[in-house]
C-alpha cells in the first residue's frame, strides 16, 4: 500500500510561479515512474508529465518549456515546478505511480489576477 499525498496549491497571478510537492509514504521512487495529472472543472483529467525511473522527463506540449518536474528519493518527493502560470493552468493537479492504481487526492492551483 502507498500513499501519494501533494500540496503547495493556491492562488497565484498570471504570469507567477508555484511549486507543487507530491510525497510518498514509503520508499518507492527509485523503482518507479511518477506522474503529474491536472483535471480542470468540466474537463477530463490530463496529463502533465513523467518522471521515469531512470531519470527522464516528458511533458506535454502545453507545459513544455514552463513546468519542471523533479524528485528527491532520499526524501520520497517528486516536485513540480510551475512557472509562467496561465489561468488555463487552473486545476486540481495529482501525482501517480504510473500504471498503478495509485493517486494523490490532489491539490487546487487557480491561476487568476
Known amino acids: 500500500q502507498v500513499q501519494l499525498v501533494e500540496s503547495g496549491g493556491g492562488l497565484v497571478q498570471p504570469g507567477g510561479s508555484l511549486r507543487l510537492s507530491c510525497a510518498a509514504s514509503?520508499?518507492?521512487?527509485?523503482?518507479?515512474?511518477m506522474g503529474w495529472y491536472r483535471q480542470a472543472p468540466g474537463k477530463e483529467r490530463e496529463l502533465v508529465g513523467t518522471?521515469?525511473?531512470?531519470?527522464?522527463?516528458n511533458y506535454a506540449d502545453s507545459v513544455k518549456g514552463r513546468f519542471t518536474i523533479s524528485r528527491d528519493n532520499a526524501q520520497n518527493t517528486m516536485y513540480l515546478q510551475m512557472s509562467s502560470l496561465k489561468p488555463e493552468d487552473s486545476a486540481v493537479y495529482y501525482c501517480t505511480l504510473t500504471g498503478t492504481n495509485y493517486w494523490g487526492k490532489g491539490t487546487l492551483v487557480t491561476v487568476s489576477s
Open positions: 518522471f521515469t525511473s531512470d531519470g527522464r522527463t
Open positions: 514509503r520508499r518507492i521512487f527509485s523503482f518507479n515512474s
